[in-house]
């Protein structure tokens, strides 16, 4: 299913003088990339848009061999002609992740005709801002965060799980949300539960696929300037990343292989969250009063009383 068009604002100049200084380091030397994914079978979901895309355009230009996922054919099939008049390697898989039978036969055919992945990047995800209010009606949003952004990747995960076992090398990075390690705000109820559920146990994994030579990292961004985010208006004015940013993060994660990245300033939030949780909670409550739901949220809700 195509996306509708989204309009990705611009950031105010001010916010991306301050974002080089609150959100993660990433890579800026070709030369190690290349040195780390030339020849390397690279494996994107969420690759039709976004961070996915983009990471797809950086590695694939350093010589890697990516395989484009998603569910839009077309979009994936446009991504894939831009990678390849550039000089590029691309191959598409059009796959709906939310169903785990999907995600295991990609893992399978994809197996079948390349062998092996190198480095599978889990990107794709479902990102849902809707008070509990609005969500009433709604409790297919829980089912579709869960579906793709937790049991998705973990079918996904398991299907390869083996053929990086037996070649004892391999490396997974997760694009998960600073959320995760902060207490939970208003407003994103089913996206961080879905969200965390895979970060603990895609953790309690990493512990168990180091021993078979598998390299994991997990990446904390705060906002990205992506169609996730485009629908809150505010978001924008934050001190966030552009895609361009976010696939230089992951060029990182790719060359230094760290068991996580967080924007510089997660650990003291986190450990204000520790030390002060009473005052902290009480202002997770004033953001929650001081901020409203999306126009989309408000007509989604409208839209399933009327079908009720």
Same mark, same amino acid.
């Given at each position: 299913?195509?996306?509708?068009?989204? %309009?990705?604002?611009?950031?105010?100049?001010? %916010?991306?003088?301050?974002?080089?200084?609150?959100?993660?380091?990433?890579?800026?030397?070709? #030369?190690?990339?290349? #040195?780390?994914?030339?020849?390397?079978?690279?494996?994107?979901?969420?690759? $039709?848009?976004?961070?996915?895309?983009? %990471?797809?355009?950086?590695?694939?230009?350093?010589?890697?061999?990516?395989?484009?996922?998603?569910?839009?054919?077309?979009?994936?099939?446009?991504?894939?002609?831009?990678?390849?008049?550039?000089?590029?390697?691309?191959?598409? !898989?059009?796959?709906?992740?939310?169903?785990?039978?999907?995600?295991?036969?990609?893992?399978?055919?994809?197996?079948?005709? *390349?062998?092996?992945?190198?480095?599978?990047?889990?990107?794709?995800?479902?990102?849902?801002?809707?008070?509990?209010? =609005?969500?009433?009606?709604?409790?297919?949003?829980? &089912?579709?965060?869960?579906?793709?952004?937790?049991?998705?990747?973990?079918?996904?995960?398991?299907?390869?799980?083996? +053929?990086?076992?037996?070649?004892?090398?391999? *490396?997974?990075?997760?694009?998960? /949300?600073?959320?995760?390690?902060?207490?939970?705000?208003?407003?994103?109820?089913? !996206? #961080?539960?879905?969200?965390?559920?895979?970060?603990?146990?895609?953790? +309690?994994? $990493?512990? &168990?696929?180091?021993?078979?030579?598998?390299?994991? /990292?997990?990446?904390?961004?705060?906002?990205? !300037? @992506?169609? =996730?985010?485009?629908? @809150?208006?505010? =978001?924008?004015?934050?001190?966030? =990343? %552009?895609?361009?940013?976010?696939?230089?993060?992951?060029?990182?994660?790719?060359? &230094?292989?760290?068991?996580?990245? $967080?924007?510089?300033?997660?650990? +003291?939030?986190?450990?204000?969250?520790?030390?002060?949780? /009473?005052?902290?909670?009480? !202002?997770?409550?004033?953001?929650?009063?001081?901020?409203?739901?999306?126009?989309? +949220?408000?007509?989604?809700?409208?839209?399933?009383?009327? #079908?009720?």
């Amino acid at each position: 299913m195509t996306k509708p068009n989204i %309009t990705i604002k611009n950031p105010p100049k001010w %916010t991306r003088l301050i974002a080089r200084f609150t959100n993660p380091r990433g890579l800026n030397s070709p #030369q190690k990339l290349k #040195q780390a994914v030339q020849g390397k079978i690279v494996l994107i979901t969420g690759a $039709s848009f976004g961070i996915g895309e983009e %990471t797809a355009k950086h590695l694939a230009k350093q010589g890697a061999i990516v395989l484009l996922v998603a569910r839009s054919f077309e979009k994936l099939q446009a991504v894939a002609t831009k990678i390849i008049e550039q000089g590029g390697v691309a191959y598409t !898989y059009s796959c709906d992740l939310s169903h785990p039978e999907s995600a295991k036969k990609l893992a399978s055919d994809i197996l079948e005709q *390349h062998g092996h992945v190198d480095i599978l990047l889990n990107n794709a995800g479902k990102s849902i801002r809707r008070s509990i209010a =609005m969500s009433l009606e709604r409790f297919q949003d829980f &089912e579709r965060t869960i579906a793709i952004n937790y049991l998705g990747p973990v079918q996904l995960i398991l299907a390869l799980l083996p +053929s990086m076992r037996a070649r004892k090398k391999g *490396h997974i990075i997760n694009i998960s /949300t600073w959320g995760v390690k902060m207490p939970a705000g208003g407003r994103w109820s089913a !996206y #961080q539960a879905s969200k965390g559920a895979f970060d603990t146990w895609f953790k +309690s994994v $990493s512990v &168990e696929v180091k021993q078979d030579g598998i390299s994991t /990292t997990s990446i904390y961004p705060a906002i990205v !300037y @992506t169609r =996730m985010s485009a629908p @809150t208006p505010w =978001m924008h004015l934050l001190p966030g =990343m %552009t895609t361009d940013d976010a696939a230089h993060v992951i060029e990182r994660a790719i060359v &230094e292989k760290p068991y996580d990245i $967080s924007p510089p300033w997660l650990w +003291s939030a986190q450990v204000s969250a520790v030390l002060m949780p /009473t005052p902290v909670k009480k !202002y997770m409550e004033l953001v929650f009063k001081l901020t409203k739901d999306s126009d989309a +949220s408000i007509q989604s809700a409208k839209n399933a009383i009327k #079908q009720r």
